[in-house]
């Protein structure tokens, strides 16, 4: 006790100058100004948890995104699929491209569709197509993203992105909301082509130049890096951009002499006793010695509107199911174009002859061109479509009256089908000059097949400009 007692007393009366013990209890920081610091450092992190819980919140609600269901279908030979860890593998199938960013490539003998959905939201619902793009041969792309917003009340659109395309793609725009929605496909050399309506598009990229034909919808074609160089690419119209010195020209160049040619565009109507009703200009047959039916309807297919040509219930005979389009009396004349092609999207669902049938006339999907030659000579140009060839190769791959081999596709899959040029498949003397129709039929014992557009894409001799460039 004497001890401390003698430690205080030096505490208290030290004049020497020695202030170590005294110094060991008094604080660095006066409490007054430590309390503030203390409050204004909390007060700050208060606002900070506050405008970044707001913020999150705000981002949840409305900027946030998922994944549009993304699906890939090859409808001929095989594709290749590089995904992020660019290792290559070949697909057959189908593969699911939801949430990742895959390139996809074709060779020259295959084609794929890449398909977009809507969200399911019951566990009973339909899925409804959004768009598609299908791969022609020797086309290349990058699935960049697919994203929704996460909840309806958000303003941003739906939004889908391919880029580095090369090749010809073919897209469907069939569930786009007015507004809410944007499709961006992005050449290998920068320029952007901007889709936000519901339309069928065709897109043709070289190193040389890209050309976009609309055939129903709107676009907007621009450079990444300038804007300002854009054009506005209305419905029947097609641009091409000289991608060298960047020229735009908007031309009135290919046109679709059809009317109502795509179903999916097209609602589906059926009359008051029920029965399906073709889109004007389009009348419809059914033709068989026996029993059962064959019956035609237009309804939603695989998410798409399309016209259906079915024949089922054990079915033993033949029977056949089409429609036509005619062009009157006088025809079209095509004397004025340098090309005619057709060009039409379809899905083969069942058949149950082998190939095309004993004949080589019984094909699940063929294609009729009625025309008259130079001499006024009526002829036929057909073209057919099959999947099941099981049972007897030996069976033949055309008809006694077509000029090509029927085309063998993979089945329950949207195949698209362009010709190459008719002037140039047939001999000058059988050469179109009057086009009198177009009909799409299904013929054999069973079949389901589905079509969705049926066109005949047509080009003058000349090549006129409609309007001014943009450089």
């Keep these: 006790m004497e001890a401390v007692q003698e430690i205080k007393e030096k505490q208290v009366n030290n004049t020497d100058g020695d202030d170590e013990l005294e110094y060991a209890y008094k604080p660095t920081i006066p409490p007054e100004r430590m309390a503030w610091g203390v409050l204004l450092i909390s007060f700050a992190l208060f606002c900070l948890l506050t405008v970044s819980t707001v913020l999150g919140v705000y981002f949840f609600l409305f900027e946030s995104t998922v994944s549009i269901p993304t699906t890939l279908r090859v409808a001929q030979g095989t594709v290749g699929i590089t995904g992020s860890d660019l290792i290559e593998a070949v697909e057959r199938e189908q593969e699911d491209l939801t949430g990742s960013t895959t390139s ?19 566990e009973n619902q339909i899925p409804t197509l959004i768009a598609s793009a299908t791969l022609q041969r020797n086309t290349f792309v990058t699935f960049n993203r697919a994203s929704s917003p996460r909840f309806e009340w958000s303003a941003n659109p739906d939004e889908i992105q391919l880029s580095k395309l090369t090749g010809q793609l073919e897209i469907l725009i069939a569930g786009a909301q007015e ?38 919808g709107e676009a907007i074609v621009f450079f990444e890096d300038d804007f300002t160089n854009n054009r506005l690419v209305p419905n029947g119209q097609e641009v091409v951009v000289r991608l060298g010195n960047r020229l735009i020209d908007l031309q009135t160049k290919i046109e679709n002499v059809l009317t109502n040619s795509a179903f999916s565009l097209q609602p589906v109507t059926v009359s008051t006793e029920g029965n399906p009703i073709m889109p004007p200009g389009w009348g419809c047959r059914v033709n068989q010695n026996d029993l059962p039916r064959g019956t035609f309807s237009v309804e939603e297919f695989d998410g798409r509107r399309v016209v259906r040509l079915r024949r089922l219930d054990n079915a033993t005979s033949n029977g056949e199911v089409g429609c036509v389009q005619p062009f009157g009396t006088d025809g079209i004349d095509v004397t004025g174009y340098e090309s005619v092609r057709v060009v039409s999207t379809f899905n083969l669902n069942y058949q149950s002859l082998s190939k095309c049938g004993i004949a080589g006339s019984e094909c699940p999907l063929m294609l009729l061109v009625t025309y008259d030659d130079d001499f006024g000579i009526t002829r036929r140009w057909f073209r057919g479509f099959y999947y099941d060839e099981l049972l007897s190769a030996s069976y033949p791959t055309r008809c006694s009256s077509c000029l090509q081999d029927h085309q063998n596709i993979n089945e329950k899959v949207w195949y698209t089908f362009e010709s190459d040029n008719l002037f140039n498949l047939l001999d000058e003397e059988r050469r179109p000059v009057r086009i009198r129709s177009i009909e799409f039929y299904a013929s054999g014992h069973q079949f389901d097949t589905m079509v969705s557009e049926m066109m005949i894409l047509v080009s003058p001799l000349e090549d006129e400009t409609d309007t001014s460039t943009t450089n």
Excluded: C, M, P
Aim: glycine share 6%.
């Design 179 to 216: 507004n809410a929605f944007v499709f961006r496909v992005i050449t290998e050399q920068g320029l952007v082509i901007h889709l936000n309506r519901n339309g069928r598009y065709s897109i043709n990229a070289t190193d040389d130049e890209v050309r976009l034909l609309n055939l129903g």
């Design 104 to 122: 996809v490539s074709t060779d020259s003998q295959s084609q794929a569709t890449i398909q977009f959905w809507e969200q399911l939201t019951e």
